[in-house]
């Protein structure tokens, strides 16, 4: 009964009891599969809206075709933007794609892929621009099969960026390999123009030996010897030059100088040679309210130098030479001038003209047998002038002469500007005159010269030379030798110095720094640099240490007495 009672009233209870729990144990089931299929969802849409991040934020894009009828499957989202082409368009017409690129490249790559036989990867490079677009860019196409799909995998790979570096490496290595063929050309060409007055000094010198006993012949040969030598000398000086300025290791100095005094200075250097030449010679200031500029002085001399020396060669007797400076505008600071050498020699053939400012260049083989020369002088000018930012204007007739017109833009220099009011290349004053007699009669008769010489042949030579003329000389081995010796001698003992630059212990410029620094009445007494240093810049250093000249080797022993006599006569 009770049982009856308990199974009539329990058994519905406990029914409902098992399907709640079972209803709870449902509901909790469903529940972790709601969340956990919510965070699957989070995390693919995550991945999804990496991935599409990445495709979008990249220039790369893909394609999955089907093999069987080349249907395509799945594009990149950015195909679009990258393409100009419509996906749709693209998804029903995989022909689409040659929207993207010519027509050549179209046929190429068709061509291509008919030849692959679909193992491994095929690479395709292409140029291709967005339909619409003038933007060509540069691509690498990857065509892979997916066996497992059976579906290719195609894979635009934007390399325009990679391409630009590689063309921009593509050109520097096309220079350099350029340039480093100039430079081959440069050196052959340097070591025949070398070997052939060396192969003249060398045949000269040896005929000279065998005609030892007819001093007349001897003479002969050693002269033409000498001769060549000069040209050798004037030929490294330009090859040096040359090489610098081709390895950019010329500089310009910027310093302030007088223009007078340039025009002067080129008055006083061609005078004497123009008149032996019977050539009507001038130096012509025009213009000017400036005459204190900043800039190279030296290097601009150079450059008028070597035309003036080419209208002097070129120009026969009865020609003219004549150099006009003018000042052409004053603009910001800045005066532009006008340098002109113009001469009535002989001309230059017009289809020269192109070529004059290239290295060696002469106009013929008969110009260097006439004039001499190595065709230099005019590739080193250009050089200076385009690095001084200026240029040159050549005009030229044959047979009629030519003109050489440098145009270049110098800043005033700062101070007061002190413009001779009558410019006259022509005449000297008297005391010049008998300045410059003096300087050309001075000999080196007499004088006591201490000589830094760390090499005995050019030691043994430079005494020799200077006291056949009358000089007596003392040898110190080394910078420390000369100033000690200098030193130790009775004041005003030596009447000059003349100091090897590159010696043992100490340099030549040192061993003169330090001369200059002794508390002696004579510590000024006139030191030149006789050095294989012969650059201009050595130049400067020489006189920046207090040194009175700069003579370079082979020394030239009448600069030598003429820069005594300067430096003497003027104490
Ligand atoms: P170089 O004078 O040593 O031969 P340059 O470079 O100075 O070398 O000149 C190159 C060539 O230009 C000369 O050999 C010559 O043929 C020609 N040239 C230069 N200046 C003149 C000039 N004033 N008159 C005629 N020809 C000239």
């Known amino acids: 009964m009770v049982l009856d009672y308990f199974n009539y009233h329990m058994v519905p209870l ?70 100009g082409i419509d996906q749709e368009r693209l998804c029903s017409d995989i022909e689409a794609l040659k929207l993207m690129v010519s027509p050549k490249t179209a046929r190429r790559v068709i061509r291509e892929l008919k030849e692959w036989d679909c193992s491994g990867e095929l690479r395709l490079e292409i140029d291709y621009s967005a339909s619409g677009s003038e933007q060509v860019s540069h691509g690498l196409v990857s065509v892979r099969l997916e066996e497992s799909t059976s579906c290719y995998l195609v894979v635009f790979c934007d390399n325009t960026q990679e391409y630009k570096i590689r063309d921009g490496l593509k050109r520097e290595l096309g220079q350099a390999r350029q340039e480093s063929q100039a430079k081959t050309d440069f050196l052959s060409k340097m070591s025949h123009e070398i070997r052939t007055p060396m192969n003249g000094i060398l045949g000269m010198l040896s005929l000279a030996k065998a005609h030892v006993m007819d001093p007349k012949q001897t003479g002969y040969y050693l002269d033409r010897a000498e001769s060549l030598s000069q040209f050798l000398l004037t030929l490294i000086n330009d090859i040096l030059d040359m090489s610098r300025i081709e390895s950019g290791k010329m500089e310009l100095e910027e310093v302030p100088f007088d223009l007078f005094a340039v025009a002067e200075k080129l008055d006083s250097m061609f005078r004497s040679t123009t008149e032996a030449k019977n050539l009507k010679w001038d130096v012509r200031m025009q213009d000017f309210d400036v005459c204190r500029v900043v800039g190279d002085e030296l290097r601009l001399t150079q450059v008028i130098i070597n035309f003036i020396s080419n209208a002097v060669k070129f120009t026969p007797p009865g020609g003219s030479v004549i150099v006009t400076f003018r000042q052409m505008h004053k603009i910001e600071g800045k005066i532009h001038l006008m340098i002109r050498v113009r001469d009535t020699g002989k001309g230059i053939k017009s289809d020269f003209i192109s070529k004059i400012f290239r290295p060696f260049e002469q106009e013929d083989a008969s110009t260097a047998h006439h004039y001499g020369g190595s065709g230099l002088g005019m590739a080193i000018a250009d050089n200076i002038v385009r690095m001084m930012n200026g240029e040159i204007i050549v005009e030229s007739e044959e047979g009629k002469g030519t003109e050489f017109v440098v145009y270049i833009a110098l800043p005033i220099a700062e101070g007061e500007q002190e413009v001779p009011e009558t410019w006259k290349s022509t005449g000297e004053e008297m005391d010049d005159v ?25 030691a043994e030579i430079a005494m020799e030379i200077m006291e056949m003329e009358g000089a007596v000389l003392e040898r110190a081995c080394d910078g420390i030798e000369a100033v000690r010796m200098f030193e130790e001698s009775q004041e005003n003992g030596y009447d000059a110095i003349l100091m090897d630059i590159q010696m043992p212990n100490m340099t030549g410029w040192e061993a003169a720094a330090a001369i200059r620094k002794l508390g002696r009445a004579d510590a000024d007494i006139p030191i030149f640099a006789m050095s294989a240093n012969a650059f201009v810049e050595d130049k400067r250093h020489s006189m920046e240490v207090g040194m009175n000249g700069h003579i370079s080797k082979p020394v030239d022993y009448k600069e030598v007495r003429r820069l005594m006599g300067e430096a003497l006569l003027n104490r």
Do not use: W
């Not at 969802?41 to 394609?63: H, M, P, Q, T």
């Not at 410059?436 to 201490?450: Q, S, V």
């Open 434 to 458: 008998a300045r410059k007699k003096a300087i050309e009669e001075f000999t080196l008769d007499g004088l006591h010269i201490l000589l830094a010489e760390d090499n005995d042949v050019n």
């Open 14 to 83: 406990l029914i409902l009891l098992a399907a709640l729990v079972f209803s709870v144990f449902c509901l909790g089931l469903y529940l972790r599969e709601r969340v956990r299929a919510k965070r699957l969802e989070a995390s693919v849409s995550g991945e999804r809206r990496f991935y599409e991040a990445f495709a979008a934020n990249r220039r790369d894009f893909f394609l999955l075709v089907r093999q069987s009828d080349l249907h395509i499957l799945y594009v990149s989202p950015n195909f679009e933007e990258m393409t």
